[in-house]
């Protein structure tokens, strides 16, 4: 049974490109979560999506917007990169109603680093 | 800033020791969860302990939560080399929806 399966594992952008990052949940997982985690850091929460719908969001720009298709997978996309984008980004799959009881489950991330 | 902090940042010790670690949140919480992160990679779920519980255990791992003081403890018992790596609690506050909070990590280097 598959993980979370992000891509690409790196990536290296100049600042004002755009980017997106893919994320394939957890089999049977109907909720992805986007994670910003900074060298050093615990990880920041970006928003989540259920059901196509951004269910909440955290405090980022309108820079960083994303996407969820009916087969669950998502996409993040971040306009105008900053220097400060730089980071290790992470997706993680839940199942709506377990969220109580279950933990998340992450994958491996995608380290972006804008140059 | 974040909800949650741990604490030491940094822990090192001998394999076989015990490796403690605390974290302490602000607000109401529905649940605390503890994750582990090896090298700047995914992070893997270890426990999750719901605000009705007082302690848990998995494996060598104990949790203990204390609502009153808005924090939480993990002891990983019999430390070996490849526990090697950072550990961070995270809450899903009552008032927060579905989103998990987590502190800065403490990282744990055990020597063998």
């Known amino acids: 049974d598959a993980g979370v399966t992000q891509s690409p594992t790196h990536l290296i952008k100049t600042r004002g490109q755009q980017v997106t990052l893919r994320c394939s949940p957890k089999?049977?997982?109907?909720?992805v979560s986007w994670y910003q985690q900074a060298l050093g850091q615990g990880p920041q929460f970006i928003f989540q999506?259920?059901?196509?719908?951004?269910?909440q969001r955290g405090n980022f720009p309108d820079r960083f917007s994303g996407h969820q298709f009916p087969n669950y997978s998502s996409e993040l996309n971040v306009n105008a990169l900053l220097l400060g984008d730089s980071a290790l980004y992470l997706c993680?799959?839940?199942?709506?109603?377990?969220?109580?009881?279950?933990?998340?489950?992450f994958g491996s991330g995608t380290r972006l680093t804008v140059v | 800033s974040q909800q949650g902090e741990e604490d030491p940042q940094a822990l090192s010790i001998q394999e076989g020791e015990n490796a403690t670690m605390n974290c302490s949140y602000k607000?109401?919480?529905?649940?605390l969860q503890w994750y582990r992160q090896n090298s700047g990679r995914g992070l893997v779920h270890l426990i999750l302990?719901?605000?009705?519980?007082r302690e848990k255990h998995s494996g060598r791992l104990r949790v203990t939560l204390d609502t009153s003081k808005k924090s939480s403890s993990l002891l990983i018992t019999a430390s070996r080399a490849a526990d090697t790596a950072s550990y961070f609690c995270?809450?899903?506050?009552?008032?927060?929806?579905?989103?998990?909070?987590f502190g800065g990590g403490t990282r744990v280097l055990v020597k063998p």
């Open positions: 995270a809450q899903r506050a009552k008032a927060a929806g579905n989103k998990l909070t």
């Open positions: 999506y259920y059901e196509e719908e951004e269910r």
């Open positions: 993680a799959s839940s199942l709506a109603n377990g969220v109580l009881n279950y933990g998340y489950t």
């Open positions: 302990i719901r605000s009705n519980e």
């Open positions: 607000t109401s919480i529905n649940n």
């Open positions: 089999s049977g997982h109907d909720t």
